[in-house]
């Protein structure tokens, strides 16, 4: 069965600091991979995806993530976050044979601090 | 263009009582998701629906069951509430073509809580 892994549950930092996420796979075909985030009291909008081609995708707000297919990895990472970051960050892979099912990981609570 | 709406959203029940939720996925959009996002849990996928069948179901018991319209909306009713069912209900719909590639749009959530 297909899991998803995040590795960090809280992560705290300072504005200016960078940032990465990290995201691992349990699943040996291909996939499509996606960084949901739900900022306080809104609702869960795409960060960004990588169906196939250039591993580093980049999505809004100055995000994003690379696909390393020997690791299973699909890590988030940003160079300088702002207070506005603070969000909950989740990762999610769709594998196209169990279309419908798009597993999430646990997600990570990031608190950028002023 | 609208986006995924969810109603209503904030319901309180008791054990033992029957709580229905109900979605309206964006337009144009013929599969529809829902998800229970519960404390400390992460979302945990519950059910999917496309054209009107159910396609896939989560490890959730047959309490848990739903139903899409032929305007694709969908409700999702949960019986026999317990405590433990008290979480956020979401959701989502999308494109059901490979071009998609299973990309979600998620509603707002319905919040559930059991007393």
């Known amino acids: 069965a297909q899991s998803v892994s995040q590795h960090n549950h809280h992560v705290i930092l300072s504005e200016a600091a960078s940032l990465e996420l990290g995201c691992n796979y349990s699943?040996?075909?291909?996939?499509?991979l996606f960084w949901y985030v739900q900022y306080p009291g809104q609702h869960l909008q795409l960060l960004l995806k990588?169906?196939?081609?250039?591993?580093l995708v980049k999505g809004i707000k100055g995000f994003e993530a690379e696909f390393i297919k020997s690791k299973f990895s699909f890590n988030l990472r940003k160079p300088s976050v702002q207070w506005s970051d603070t969000a909950e960050y989740f990762c999610?892979?769709?594998?196209?044979?169990?279309?419908?099912?798009?597993?999430f990981g646990a997600g990570t609570q990031v608190v950028v601090t002023p | 263009e609208a986006g995924v709406t969810q109603s209503p959203t904030h319901l309180i029940k008791t054990r033992g009582q029957q709580a229905t939720l109900r979605c309206s996925p964006i337009?144009?959009?013929?599969?529809v998701y829902w998800y229970q996002q519960a404390l400390g849990l992460g979302l945990q996928f519950l059910l999917w629906?496309?054209?009107?069948?159910?396609?896939n179901r989560g490890n959730f018991p047959p309490r848990f069951s739903g139903r899409q319209f032929p305007n694709y909306s969908s409700e999702l009713n949960v019986n026999a509430l317990e405590l433990e069912d008290s979480a956020l209900y979401l959701c989502?719909?999308?494109?059901?073509?490979?071009?998609?590639?299973?990309?979600?749009?998620f509603g707002e959530g319905s919040r559930l809580t059991v007393l």
């Open positions: 989502a719909s999308s494109l059901k073509t490979p071009r998609s590639g299973g990309e979600l749009f």
């Open positions: 629906y496309d054209e009107g069948e159910e396609r």
């Open positions: 699943y040996g075909g291909t996939v499509n």
């Open positions: 999610a892979v769709n594998a196209p044979d169990s279309w419908g099912k798009l597993q």
């Open positions: 337009s144009g959009h013929t599969s």
């Open positions: 990588y169906f196939s081609g250039d591993p």
